[in-house]
């Protein structure tokens, strides 16, 4: 009796125990920090790769493969970003609710308006992105596009905390907004400052700072620059002279670095996202970093 | 904008002994009405314009306002549900010696030895078209194609939506089992196939049936697998019955150590029976003797693999190591003819046999990648039954030695270069080179791991 009383106790306490926090799948460290945001204690954050990790090369590991499974949430870039891996994990995990056209899936690039859609889709032109070119993550202004998107999708998901995400995105609304007034204010020198970036990786933030960019290093988008190469850039800079040339955390420093040598520019790591740098810790942290690395090369 | 208006007024101005005092008045008074009408319209415009410009600046100030749906819109072209299609293009140059035959001692393997052309080649062209169907399934369809013939590879449907971590596939499809064995050859990390896989398969195992596969909801990535099929390729055969002809069974599991490594490592099982299946031998006076197997035969393979890359980032630098072994179990009756054992000699069969291999490849700078990889097999022990007066047992073990180096422009493009000591066969050491290139057009799928 003793030993159905407390299988009965047991049956009747195990959806408390059941009940865990959803479990949320992020492709890339900005949108598992965005969902750490809005989805607080209600949500476990997995985060897929590093920013030391190159996005659009990632094996598609076991361990990936795993966290897929117990997935309630996918919350990727999308626009072909994570095509070399992506969609194998979604095949071989065997979870229905993350499915593409499932509410479990999300893609951030749907959220925003894409830059740089090719006229021309051929392989000649290196690694092209049909949608347009999806590092949207660099403009604050996307990322508060993708926070109204993924909060109002945290609370069809998770219907019982929908209260809590839209609280949390309204907090996280009136914060992002000051600090987008605040980094607005500070990078006003920034307009206008001619660039060279190792690959087209910034063309949000160079739209939402009026930055210019004069220079890309890479011959074509995915293709690592030769000497060469190179030393056409130095030769073109010094018609059309950038301050600075910045590269993301995650990429080869060789050519960025030999470009700044041989052009005498100094050369900027960017976070590129959150857990790019020691300032990069979330959001307002890499937007933080970001600003001020540029103010500090543009003086 | 009060072009329009000047314009009437100097006509009107412009022609006054045409026009008496009533015609004058009317004009005037018209000229007079689209001067008021212009006038409320560019004020009207002013104030739109007045109300955008204060709209902007709020937008600026509050950028993340209610969001817009900007989504952006899924391509409308008629190609878009098209399935994805890509081909893959592959060829050679092979140096190697002319041999009348090549065999791995010891073995009875599939009759067709890959990849002994000499001189310039093309291999089979791989034509892939794969797309999901519906919400609940997708399919592919890999098609080799050569000279004079079309060999369909795989031909599959997969669920998508049974959830519970289960995957369900049916159709023509390699089988899961082992590590390699899922690969195409243009996925190979070596030009040639590994010696226990063209001892064991041929080239790999698929076969016609279903699949089952279960990953578990650990953080320990644990997957089952069980396949059931028709079982008519080597080292099974063709039995023109019903019910099912083979079974396979697996287990795998996989983590990552750090940032930098991770790993996968398995154990699978594959039981089959073969009837009449033939296979080239010779006996103890060097003649070619045609065996014909009828048994059950049962493979334990288990595999591992390593990779590791700084970081996690495997642009510049990174390395893998993969090995497999087996256990084959033969268990049956052997027909020969020819050569020594005539007319025909029927004689029992039973062979326990091992072997592996072990690969290492490197990526040591940015497209440039090299290899080293050691085959070898042990025949164990063999009994031919009435059929060991005729037939050899020796114990030679027969390895393989190869090393290669590729470069690759783009992930799409790949050229290589190989050189492998072959002594697979007894007495028939070979030094073997290959130039091989892979080119993949089109929507190129993600590579497993």
Known sequence: MKAFR?????????????????????????????????????????????????????????????????????????????????????????????????????????????????????????????????????????????????????????????????????????????????????????????????????????????????????????????????????????????????????????????????????????????????????????????????????? | MLRPALLAAALAAACPAHADDADLAALRAEVQKMKTDYETRIQTLEARLAHAEASAAATAAQPAAPVQDVASAAPSNPGAFNPEISLILQGSYAHLRDLPARRISGFLPDGTAPGTTRGFSVDESELVLSSNIDPYFRGYFNATLNDGSVGVEEAW??????????????????????????????????????????????????????????????????????????????????????????????????????????????LSYLSTRAADRHSALADFAGADVNAAFTGDSKTWLADFVWKWAPLGNPTVHNFKFAAEAFRREENGSLDCTDGLCGAGSLGSYRATQYGGYAQAVYQFM???????????????????????????????????HSLMVDYSPSEFSRFRLQYTKDKANEGQDENQWYVQYIFSLGTHGAHSF
């Open chain 1, 6 to 299: 407390l299988f009965a106790f047991l049956a009747a306490a195990w959806p408390v125990f059941a009940h865990a926090a959803l479990n949320v799948f992020a492709c890339e460290p900005e949108w598992g920090a965005l969902a750490t945001e809005l989805g607080g204690s209600d949500v476990k954050v997995y985060t897929a790769t590093t920013a030391f990790q190159d996005p659009h090369r990632i094996e598609a590991r076991p361990s990936l493969i795993a966290q897929m499974r117990r997935a309630d949430l996918a919350v990727c870039t999308g626009a072909e970003l994570e095509i070399g891996w992506l969609p194998v994990l979604l095949r071989q995990a065997g979870n229905a609710a993350i499915q593409p056209g499932q509410p479990g899936y999300f893609e951030a690039a749907r959220q925003v308006a894409l830059l740089e859609k090719p006229a021309v889709l051929d392989r000649a032109q290196g690694d092209i992105h049909a949608a347009g070119n999806p590092h949207i993550q660099t403009d604050p202004r996307n990322i508060a596009r993708v926070a109204q998107a993924l909060g109002a999708r945290l609370a069809e998901i998770d219907p019982a905390h929908a209260a809590a995400y839209q609280t949390r995105l309204a907090d996280f609304n009136t914060r992002w907004n000051a600090a987008m007034t605040r980094w607005q204010a500070q990078a006003a020198p920034l307009k206008g400052l001619p660039i060279a970036v190792q690959h087209e990786g910034f063309p949000y933030m160079e739209n939402w700072l009026g930055l210019k960019q004069v220079a890309v290093l890479e011959p074509k988008p995915g293709v690592a620059p030769s000497i060469g190469h190179l030393a056409e850039i130095v030769a073109q800079l010094k018609t059309t002279p950038a301050r600075v040339v910045i590269r993301a955390a995650y990429q080869d420093p060789r050519p960025s670095e030999w470009l700044g040598q041989h052009a005498g520019i100094p050369v900027v790591a960017m976070p590129f996202t959150v857990g790019g740098s020691d300032r990069a810790k979330d959001l307002f942290g890499l937007f933080d970093d970001s600003v001020a690395q540029l103010l500090k090369v543009a003086r």
């Open chain 2, 157 to 266: 449907f997969q669920t998508l939506a049974l959830g519970q971590g289960l995957t369900v596939k049916g159709g023509r499809f390699r089988s899961g089992i082992g590590y390699q064995n899922e690969q195409h050859p243009h996925a190979w990390d070596f030009a040639t196939n590994n010696l226990m896989y063209e001892a064991l398969f041929g080239e790999g195992y698929g076969n016609d049936g279903l699949q089952l596969r279960w990953v578990a909801p650990t953080d320990l990535f644990t997957e089952l697998g069980a396949e059931i099929g028709r079982g008519a390729n080597f080292p099974g055969t063709d039995r023109n019955g019903n019910g099912v002809g083979n079974y396979a069974l697996y287990g795998h599991v996989g983590g990552d150590v750090g940032d930098s490594h991770s790993w996968r490592g398995g």
């Open chain 2, 366 to 400: 940015p497209r440039w990648r090299t290899g080293y990889r050691y085959d070898l097999l042990d025949p164990g022990s063999r009994d031919f039954g009435l059929n060991n007066v005729n037939l050899p047992r020796s114990d030679y073990r027969p390895s393989r």
